[in-house]
């Protein structure tokens, strides 16, 4: 029998050497992964915030915008219907355990979009209210909790020279959310029964037609899968002048004030006509009003982001599946 070199003896040894490091190597790795899938857990569940209480029926009910004629002067505007707290105070901590809620939601609906964009739905909240009643708070505090990548805001102004030129709904049309957005118009087409109607800026015969065309055209939009959530900031007249008094005494609001308030103000009554009117007739359950009591800015905030809550967890929307094999990309990974 042939005498074992030494240097036989010691490759085996290095070979041994190296599958021992090569397994050790190995299970260090899994070691890792699965110390990593643990600490995501763990942060998971620290981030894991409960679900905030509901209120006993759905806001969309108490707050609906009542059928047939409206008069806006005889709905409180001081009050807090259907809030699930005590008061201002509970008013924070309820708010803000919405926030990872609407944040999940519309993660859902975003993703849809970009999974099956022609079948997608869209989302669309169209504030209107007098001036101060707090478009710009809403959308800071109740919209400002979903990720602005899937928000397409617009702030209708006067229109433009260009904007003149075309049908009033040319531009509204324009800023319409792409499949799977959230669009939030702070001011809308209703401008267009509104300010035209009490200013007299077109005859009672053109503007007296463009609720029909505005009811006819909210009809296209749900037919075509949009969600249409339409809130009016309901503030008193009192309300009102404090909080232009308020922006008139501080030096650092006076960036917001605009001289032009003061006569929308002179024409209170006339907005409050115009309103009733608009509220009474383009108040359909496929693009439904709801008057949101406004003087209590927490509760305005609470109130608008419950809204949108609602609205989009009845779209039942789930996550797309993947279209690749997550086993193997697992593998993939663990190996670089």
């Known amino acids: 029998m042939a005498k074992k070199s030494k240097k036989d003896g010691k490759s085996k040894s290095d070979k041994g050497k190296k599958a021992a490091e090569k397994q050790s190597a190995k299970a260090a790795k899994a ?5 990593v899938k643990a600490a995501l857990k763990a942060e998971k569940a620290a981030k894991a915030v409960p679900a905030p209480p509901e209120p006993r029926r759905p806001l969309s009910e108490v707050l609906r915008a009542p059928q047939g ?31 990872p809620v609407l ?67 040319w ?47 909210e009809a296209e939009l749900a037919g075509q899968g949009y969600v249409i959530i339409k809130c009016f900031l309901h503030i008193s007249a009192d309300e009102q002048k404090q909080r232009l008094a308020a922006r008139l005494d501080d030096p650092e609001k006076h960036w917001k004030y605009n001289p032009g308030d003061l006569d929308s103000r002179s024409h ?39 809204l949108l809550r609602e609205k989009l967890d009845a779209l039942g929307l789930g996550r797309p599946a993947a279209d690749f094999d997550v086993e193997a990309e697992k593998a993939r990974l663990a190996e670089l």
């Open 171 to 217: 531009r509204i049309r324009r800023a319409l959310p792409g499949p799977g957005m959230i669009g939030v118009f702070d001011r809308s087409q209703y401008e267009d029964v509104l300010v035209v109607r009490v200013n007299e800026l077109v005859p009672k015969a053109i503007w007296a037609r463009r609720y029909t065309t505005i009811n006819d055209f």
């Open 103 to 169: 944040s999940d939601l519309q993660e859902r609906l975003y993703a849809a979009g970009r999974e099956n964009p022609e079948t997608a739905p869209r989302v669309l909240l169209v504030l209107q209210g007098m001036d101060t009643s707090g478009k710009g708070g809403t959308i800071r505090h109740a919209v400002g909790m979903v990720d602005p990548q899937g928000v397409d805001l617009t702030a209708f102004k006067v229109p433009t020279a260009e904007e003149r030129e075309h049908p009033f709904l």
């Open 268 to 306: 209170w009554d006339d907005y409050a006509d115009a309103y009733n009117e608009l509220l009474g007739r383009c108040n359909p359950d496929h693009a439904p009003w709801y008057i949101i009591p406004s003087n209590k800015k927490w509760y305005r905030n609470w109130a608008v982001a419950e």
């Open 31 to 35: 070691a890792e992964k699965e110390a």
């Open 69 to 99: 004629e409206v008069d806006i002067r005889t709905i409180e505007t001081d009050a807090a219907p259907g809030f699930v707290g005590e008061g201002k105070s509970d008013a924070p901590a309820l708010t803000d355990a919405l926030a």
